[in-house]
C-alpha cells in the first residue's frame, strides 16, 4: 500500500473542465495521493500516462478523440503498468462489458464518485478490482438477457477453464495467459473454444463480464480444487 511519502500517482481525464476539476481536487485532498496531471481529451491522457507512469489512471469512458476505451485498449497493448479506472454516466452496457473485457480495474459512476473514487483508487492501486457484481450484473443481463448472466460456470466448466476465464477477466491476451499457466497459446485458444460452446456465448466481452459477475464462487471453487486440464 502507498504512503504519504510514496503516495499514489494518478491522471485524471475528463473533457468536462468543472468535473475534471473537482474529481482532481477529491482525490488531492488526500494525503496518500498525488494527481501528476489532469487532461481534457484522450490523447493527452494517453500522452500523460506514457509521461508520469502513474500508479492510476482515472477516464472518463466517452470523450473527443481517443475515448476512454481507446486509452485503456492501447495501454493494455503496450503492456503499461498504468491502472485503470474508468468513469461513466452515459456510457451503453456494451461499452461497460467492452471495459472491463479490455482490463479496466475500476468502473465508478459518475454520480458515485464523491463518495466511491477515492475507494476505488486506493483499491486498484493495492491490485484489487472495483469492479461492483450488482452493476456489472446488471449490465450484463440487459446486453444478454438474464439467461446468460444467470449461467452456472462453477459446474460447466473445469478447473483450467474457470481459471482461463478469471484471467481473460483481467484482459489478458492469450499470448500472456498462457505464459501465466504455462500452456501454449494454441492451447489456450482450444480451451477458449470449448469455453464458448459450453457457455454459448460467440465474443470475449461477454465472457469476461460473466467471469467478472460470478468472480468470487470462480475464486472459491478454484482454490477448493485440484489444478486440472
Known amino acids: 500500500m502507498k504512503t504519504e511519502s510514496h503516495p499514489i500517482s494518478i491522471v485524471v481525464a475528463d473533457?468536462?473542465?468543472?468535473?475534471?476539476?473537482?474529481?482532481?481536487?477529491?482525490?488531492?485532498?488526500?494525503?496518500?495521493?498525488?494527481?501528476?496531471?489532469?487532461?481534457?481529451?484522450?490523447?493527452?491522457?494517453?500522452?500523460?500516462?506514457?509521461?508520469?507512469?502513474?500508479?492510476?489512471?482515472?477516464?472518463?469512458?466517452?470523450?473527443?478523440?481517443?475515448?476512454?476505451?481507446?486509452?485503456?485498449?492501447?495501454?493494455?497493448?503496450?503492456?503499461?503498468?498504468?491502472?485503470?479506472?474508468?468513469?461513466?454516466?452515459?456510457?451503453?452496457?456494451?461499452?461497460?462489458?467492452?471495459?472491463?473485457?479490455?482490463?479496466?480495474?475500476?468502473?465508478?459512476?459518475?454520480?458515485?464518485?464523491?463518495?466511491?473514487?477515492?475507494?476505488?483508487?486506493?483499491?486498484?492501486?493495492?491490485?484489487?478490482?472495483?469492479l461492483p457484481s450488482a452493476l456489472v450484473n446488471a449490465a450484463l443481463e440487459r446486453e444478454t438477457g438474464r439467461q446468460l448472466a444467470s449461467k452456472d460456470l462453477t459446474r460447466s466448466l473445469t478447473t483450467r477453464e474457470r481459471q482461463i476465464i478469471l484471467l481473460v477477466a483481467e484482459g489478458l491476451s492469450n499470448k500472456v495467459l498462457g505464459r501465466r499457466l504455462e500452456l501454449s497459446e494454441g492451447t489456450v485458444k482450444i480451451h477458449l473454444h470449448n469455453i464458448y460452446q459450453k457457455l454459448q456465448v460467440n465474443n470475449r466481452t461477454t465472457l469476461a463480464a460473466l467471469a467478472i459477475a460470478h468472480r468470487d464462487e470462480l475464486a472459491q471453487i478454484n482454490s477448493a480444487a485440484k489444478p486440472g486440464i
Open 15 to 130: 473533457d468536462h473542465p468543472v468535473v475534471l476539476h473537482g474529481l482532481a481536487d477529491i482525490l488531492r485532498s488526500n494525503p496518500d495521493m498525488d494527481v501528476v496531471a489532469t487532461c481534457g481529451d484522450g490523447a493527452t491522457a494517453l500522452a500523460a500516462i506514457r509521461n508520469c507512469s502513474p500508479h492510476v489512471a482515472v477516464i472518463d469512458v466517452l470523450m473527443p478523440g481517443l475515448s476512454g476505451l481507446d486509452v485503456l485498449e492501447s495501454i493494455t497493448t503496450d503492456r503499461l503498468a498504468t491502472k485503470v479506472v474508468i468513469l461513466t454516466a452515459t456510457a451503453t452496457d456494451g461499452q461497460l462489458l467492452r471495459a472491463i473485457a479490455g482490463g479496466a480495474q475500476g468502473v465508478v459512476l459518475k454520480e458515485e464518485a464523491l463518495t466511491e473514487l477515492v475507494e476505488c483508487v486506493r483499491t486498484v492501486a493495492e491490485g484489487r478490482p472495483w
